[in-house]
């Protein structure tokens, strides 16, 4: 029902839809402002002391507003944030030597105060239809903020001409909100900062570095000294790297997607070895940098759609994005039958909202749907999905549903080794994958185009099921009048005072994804600068000389940033004089529940982590063990996974009685979960189907692995120490060339047309 209503909305209102988004923005002045340059004078200002409509629960002391991102020439510039603090004063404690964090949320342009609202990071969690506390906030951690960035996002205003051109003036602009934000709380500038973030901040996150260790010391607004960077899901690389070239290890983690079939599989690893994607890892990495080819593209006449990638995510966006499309069309399509725009609306509506445009032909109930939420009720653990488990339990067998799904101008999957790269799909190699998912395997045959790659074995976006902060954030929503959300009429949350609290613009509604404004609406809203992983050499060098942790970590269950680009950023990389790893990332970590929580590796300054049971947003399944992770590995400073530099003894955590640890294969992959979430129930696969596809994968990566891994075995065993120095040399020559490619590199990146949460 809802569907529908929503789907008459979007048929009446395109056409006539006015764009009235602003596309410049200032911050407000609110009574006791003070007249002065910033001081702590202005903690009193910032304070959040007003209620909060629909928080019934004591917050901790909170701060929020604007402040200058010093942009030159921008003074309407700002960057909006929240602050919370750990204990009460903790935050205004002028001598605290404590560490402290920052949040960014990826995108580009998804706000960091969204993610803090629907992502269990934060002390409120925006569910489906209330506001609650977070048992699992990470304010519990750290006096922590919660920014929105770059300029244009979320609450962070941005004056006319404003918006940030590259990737180095969003770090500048970044650093400039910075040296503010320390006048009000002046021993932040002191201690240790940790800058977290997840997806897209990846990006961000070392340019910002970068534009720190390029200022003087004295000119440094904030310590990273003792902190730590670090990202969940990171977009370290090119966007190939993280999307098309992990894709066989997804497909080991989650067989499911291609019905466990064998043929697939040998298939997807031919093309993959083909479009040289199959990068051998070694631990120590040896044989120098690894080889990067450039995709080679299908002949898909426009990307297919990707929800994640363009989830709009409430009307405004949505019809705003619609209406663009309709103007963007030639004069002759718009002339088209009413057929023919209706189809082409119908797409837009597919490729724009991520879902609900076929949900209501393909009978997803919307009731049921919602009430399978999963962002809260299971949130607890890999346990609490078992207990949960109260309805039908499907097994998903190939015969029994007829395919819905038709992609016109495919054409259908020919899995017979050929020994060339497949003409059609080139090396996209992911698209491939979700394609054949989309119209083979139950019960993603089932989702119309709702294909989610945040949260594999949840098929749906577990956050998209839930009340969208939009309206509670925004002070009304003149503009946004049918506020009908997954079945709810959520119009009584609205509160016309947060604006206000928050001491927030009044000439900008909030969004979650603020997608015109990030690189200033810059033809094809792309980002320019390459990919962090250009200087991540010289990076770390100078973070290794400062003293600042990196700290990379992935949910296992993301297949859009998949852990195993990161894994190859690091083996690629010389931190602390050596090139990667010289351990396998496969230390178990185990969280406070005493289950299995993934693996870690730590080394000369940087950690890895796999978490098991977690997404893209890693806290959204996993509240718990996402927080145990950041208190334990940034602020803690645990030892688990580390390599003794000296001896290559490992620190290891004892396994807590009863735990079984899941199989890593060969190739470091974790499997994933058994069970694949559906409407309300769970869908697992036959036992002996799961059987012949575990034999044939341990044959072919094994037979793969026999050669190579004897050798390597016995060469870290033995030859840790020597081969380690032997690195280190030779990563001193190299160090010059690095920085010279990354100077000339500066292509334009392929990343640049994905955009990330
Ligand atoms: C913080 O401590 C002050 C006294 O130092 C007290 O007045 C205030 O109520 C406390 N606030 C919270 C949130 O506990
Ligand atoms: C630091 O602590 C001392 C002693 O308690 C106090 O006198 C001083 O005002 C404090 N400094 C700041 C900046 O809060
Ligand atoms: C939010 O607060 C309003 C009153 O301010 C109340 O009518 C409404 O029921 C509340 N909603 C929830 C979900 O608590
Ligand atoms: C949060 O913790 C409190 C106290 O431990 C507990 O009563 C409550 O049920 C928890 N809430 C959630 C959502 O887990
Ligand atoms: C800055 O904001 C003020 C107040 O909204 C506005 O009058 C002015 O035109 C803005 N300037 C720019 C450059 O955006
Ligand atoms: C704002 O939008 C107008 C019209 O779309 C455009 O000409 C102008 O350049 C935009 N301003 C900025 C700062 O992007
Ligand atoms: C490394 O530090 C130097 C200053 O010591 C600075 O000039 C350079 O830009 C920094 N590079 C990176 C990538 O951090
Ligand atoms: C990785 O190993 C496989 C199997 O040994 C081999 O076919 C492939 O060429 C190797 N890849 C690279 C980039 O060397
Ligand atoms: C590894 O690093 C080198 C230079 O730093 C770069 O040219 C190459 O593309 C990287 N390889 C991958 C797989 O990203
Ligand atoms: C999808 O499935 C249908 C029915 O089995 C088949 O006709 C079609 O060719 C398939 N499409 C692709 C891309 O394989
Ligand atoms: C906004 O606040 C005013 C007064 O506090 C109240 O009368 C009005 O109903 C509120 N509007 C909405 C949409 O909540
Ligand atoms: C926008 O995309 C088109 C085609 O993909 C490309 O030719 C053009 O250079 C891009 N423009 C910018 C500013 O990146």
């Avoid at 909305?9 to 006791?32: D, E, F, K, M, R």
Wanted: glycine share 8%; proline share 7%.
């Amino acid at each position: 029902m809802v569907h529908r209503s929503f789907l008459a909305i979007g048929l009446v209102a395109v056409v006539p839809y006015v764009l009235a988004t602003q596309n410049w923005s200032s911050p407000a002045h609110y009574p006791g402002k003070p007249t002065g340059a910033y001081s702590p004078e202005w903690q009193n200002y910032f304070e959040v002391t007003d209620p909060l409509e629909n928080v019934t629960w004591p917050l901790p002391r909170n701060w929020a507003g604007s402040i200058s991102t010093q942009t030159v020439g921008n003074a309407n510039n700002t960057a909006f944030f929240w602050g919370f603090e750990k204990t009460n004063g903790s935050l205004t404690d002028g001598n605290s030597t404590q560490p402290w964090m920052i949040w960014l949320a990826g995108g580009p342009g998804y706000s960091s105060i969204a993610s803090m609202l629907v992502e269990n990071i934060g002390p409120i969690v925006v569910t489906k239809d209330s506001l609650g506390p977070n048992n699992n906030s990470w304010h519990n951690i750290a006096d922590i903020f919660f920014v929105d960035n770059p300029v244009g996002t979320g609450y962070s205003t941005v004056g006319r001409g404003g918006f940030p051109a590259d990737e180095d003036q969003i770090a500048a602009d970044f650093l400039g909100f910075l040296h503010g934000l320390v006048k009000v709380f002046p021993a932040l500038k002191t201690r240790p900062l940790h800058l977290v973030g997840e997806s897209y901040a990846g990006r961000f996150i070392p340019y910002i570095l970068k534009g720190y260790f390029g200022l003087a010391p004295e000119d440094r607004p904030v310590n990273f000294s003792g902190g730590k960077i670090g990202c969940s899901n990171p977009a370290l690389s090119e966007a190939n790297l993280f999307e098309n070239i992990p894709i066989v290890r997804v497909i080991e983690t989650y067989p499911q997607l291609i019905d466990y079939d064998t043929k697939m599989y040998d298939y997807l690893r031919e093309q993959s070895h083909l479009c040289k994607f199959d990068l051998n890892l070694t631990y120590p990495q040896t044989g120098g940098k690894l080889p990067y080819t450039r995709i080679k593209k299908g002949l898909l006449p426009h990307r297919l759609p990707q929800p994640t990638r363009r989830r709009l995510t409430d009307e405004d966006d949505f019809m705003a994005e619609l209406h663009g499309r309709w103007l963007a069309l030639p004069e002759e399509h718009r002339r088209r039958s009413p057929e023919d725009r209706e189809l082409a609306r119908r797409a837009w509506m597919r490729e724009t909202l991520g879902d609900d445009g076929e949900a209501t032909d393909i009978g997803v109930d919307a009731k049921s749907a919602s009430s399978s939420s999963k962002g809260k009720s299971t949130s607890t653990s890999t346990k609490s999905t078992t207990k949960t488990k109260t309805s039908s339990t499907a097994k998903a067998t190939s015969t029994a549903i007829v395919p819905r799904n038709k992609f016109p101008g495919v054409p259908p999957f020919d899995l017979r080794p050929t020994g060339k790269i497949n003409e059609f799909w080139g090396c996209d190699l992911r698209d491939t994958a979700m394609v054949y998912a989309l119209n083979f395997t139950y019960p993603w045959n089932q989702l119309g185009l709702k294909f989610d790659f945040l949260d594999i074995p949840y098929t749906v976006n577990p956050i998209s099921e839930n009340m969208h902060p939009h309206h509670w954030m925004n002070r009304s929503s003149s503009r946004c009048p049918h506020l009908l959300l997954r079945g709810a009429n959520v119009r009584h949350l609205i509160d016309n005072t947060t604006r206000a609290a928050l001491h927030a613009p009044h000439n900008k509604i909030w969004r979650v994804t603020t997608t015109t404004y990030a690189w200033g609406n810059l033809a094809n809203g792309t980002d320019p600068s390459p990919p962090s992983t250009f200087f991540l050499d010289e990076l770390a060098a100078n973070a290794t000389k400062e003293n600042v942790g990196m700290v990379w970590y992935s949910g296992n269950d993301d297949a859009l940033t998949t852990h195993w680009s990161t894994e190859v950023v690091i083996q690629n990389t010389t931190f602390g004089g050596i090139q990667g790893f010289t351990a396998k990332p496969n230390t178990s970590w185990f969280d406070d529940e005493g289950l299995y929580a993934g693996v870690v590796r730590q080394e000369r300054g940087w950690t890895y982590g796999l978490l098991y049971s977690a997404g893209h947003q890693t806290p959204v399944i996993n509240p718990a063990r996402s927080v145990a992770f950041i208190r334990d590995f940034f602020i803690g400073n645990s030892k688990v996974g580390a390599v003794d530099p000296d001896t290559g003894a490992i620190t290891t955590q004892a396994t807590p009685a009863g735990v079984e640890i899941p199989n890593i294969l060969p190739d470091g992959v974790i499997t994933g979960q058994a069970e694949v979430h559906y409407k309300t129930g769970t869908v697992t696969w036959p036992e002996a189907t799961v059987v012949a596809w575990n034999a044939h994968v341990s044959s072919v990566l094994y037979a793969e692995a026999t050669p190579t891994s004897t050798k390597s075995k016995t060469s870290t065993k033995t030859k840790t120490q020597s081969s380690v120095v032997a690195s280190a040399t030779a990563s001193a020559s190299t160090s010059s060339s690095a920085k010279a490619s990354a100077t000339a590199t500066a292509t334009r990146s392929v990343a640049a047309t994905s955009s990330v949460p």
